[in-house]
Every structure is written in C-alpha cells, then in structure tokens.
C-alpha cells in the first residue's frame, strides 16, 4: 500500500483525468458515445444546452483523452478513446480491491 509522498504522486498523475469526468453535461457526452460516434450537432441536440457549451466540455474531454475525433468533409466526429477508461483500473492494480473484485468480474 502506497502511503504518503509515493501515493500523492500517484493520486496527481491520475487527478485530472478523473477530474474532466466530473461534471453532469461530460457524463451526459461520455454516455452518448457510449452509443457510438456522433457529430457535434447530434450530441448538443441531445443533451439540450448550448454548442458552445457543449463544445467547451467537449474541448476538455479531448484534452484529458477520453473522447476522440474524425473529420468527415465538413463534420467532426466525437468517439470515445477505450484506452481512457483503463486509466482507473491503473490506478488500483496494486489493491485488494482490484484484484478480488474488478479481476473476477472480468473473468
């Protein structure tokens, strides 16, 4: 178990990726591409609020890699990035918790 200066440094190095989850509308994308790609237009009609809004957590999304894009001729499209939600499972690969639950839920 990882305590004091060694667990501030791996707690840092994984604080904003789960950071850019927490908010309502960055779950609401996360969860419509869950569904597969989607242009902007489709994801802001979706959740309902502004494109500029939508754009702005999309922004942070990309920053912190959980959601991708494409361009398709005049469109952009926003997928999720698998890689990205391993990040968690990275974090707690050397507790308990991870190896008598998350690993036997995968098996």
Known sequence: MLTGYKLKEKV?????????VGHRYRLAILYLLAH??????????DIDQPQNL???HIAILL????VGKRKERRETYYFLKDHAFFELF??????PFYRNVILRRLK
């Open 63 to 66: 920053k912190n890699g959980w």
């Open 36 to 45: 597969g790609e989607l242009p902007l237009h489709e994801i802001v009609a």
């Open 54 to 56: 939508v754009a702005h």
């Open 12 to 20: 840092n190095l994984f604080a904003p990726k789960m950071a850019a």
């Open 90 to 95: 990275r974090m707690l690969v050397d507790t």
